[in-house]
């Protein structure tokens, strides 16, 4: 490969590797896919470390040695995607195509049809309805819950809008649905508002991400593993804070 290509490949293959750690990929995955990558077009001796923050990447390509690092900022779990990226990681070792194919089959995977937000909608619903039913509420509770589901969706699509990270995000998210299973328990849409706000906050619990911080402390990655427990755990705490804080309050409101 020409040398003026090759800043071109790292940069499509970081790129690769953000989009599998953004969709919920181990860390362990990740640093194998980009030295695979790598490797098939030359690279010697890559080395790659990736955090939950950051990638970084570099290999010898003839005489010069490069290196990329990449930021990651967010992460919105999709196994779909994943699993569409390992596959093209898989294609891209077999063929090794030029970074601008690279480029063009990477656009062409991540504007395929995924879920409308309409359908995000109805599966928050149906999820939160169905966590409720399993710790022991009602049928009319479930039904409540749906509604609460429905609504968080769409309060966290107006909180992508503004820019909010993911803490104030699960802060208000929580305190979201436990004021309005409350609210709809007072309406009489509801009989036990502990059911519907424990089934309704479950779907804003990092289960991916802690999932996969006891997947690295497996695989030897440490500073990986605590990144990931320590950042799930919090999270877990500012939920609960919320959902509690709002309870509480909307007691004294009289709800």
């Excluded at 699993?83 to 601008?100: A, F, G, K, V, Y």
């Excluded at 769409?154 to 649905?177: D, H, I, Q, Y």
């Excluded at 906050?201 to 802690?210: A, K, N, R, S």
Aim: glycine share 8%; with cysteine.
């Amino acid at each position: 490969m020409k040398n003026a290509s090759i800043p071109r490949l790292l940069t499509q293959i970081l790129d690769i590797a953000k989009l599998m750690q953004v969709s919920g990929a181990e860390i362990y995955r990740i640093e194998d896919t980009v030295t695979r990558l790598l490797a098939a077009y030359g690279g010697l001796e890559p080395q790659v470390t990736a955090v939950p923050s950051h990638i970084i990447a570099s290999a010898r390509f003839g005489d010069e040695e490069y290196t990329l690092t990449r930021r990651v900022d967010t992460q919105q779990t999709d196994m779909e995607l994943l699993d569409r990226l390992n596959n093209l990681s898989r294609e891209i070792c077999r063929d090794r195509p030029e970074p601008e194919e690279i480029s063009r089959m990477l656009r062409d995977l991540t504007s395929r049809p995924r879920y409308t937000r309409w359908q995000n909608l109805l599966i928050y619903a149906f999820t939160c309805s169905m966590f409720t039913l399993f710790f022991g509420g009602s049928a009319l509770d479930a039904a409540a819950s749906a509604v609460v589901g429905a609504m968080l969706y769409a309060a966290r699509c107006l909180f992508e809008k503004t820019g909010f990270n993911k803490v104030f995000m699960a802060l208000a998210g929580s305190a979201w649905a436990s004021f309005s299973a409350m609210l709809l328990v007072h309406a009489g849409l509801g009989r036990d508002a502990d059911k519907i706000i424990i089934g309704a906050v479950m779907v804003l619990i990092p289960g991916i991400e802690m999932l996969n911080g006891f997947r690295d402390f497996i695989s030897g990655d440490i500073q990986a593993g605590i990144m990931h427990l320590s950042e799930s755990l919090f999270l877990a705490v500012i939920i609960a804070i919320g959902a509690a804080g709002m309870f509480t309050l909307s007691g004294y409101m009289g709800l």
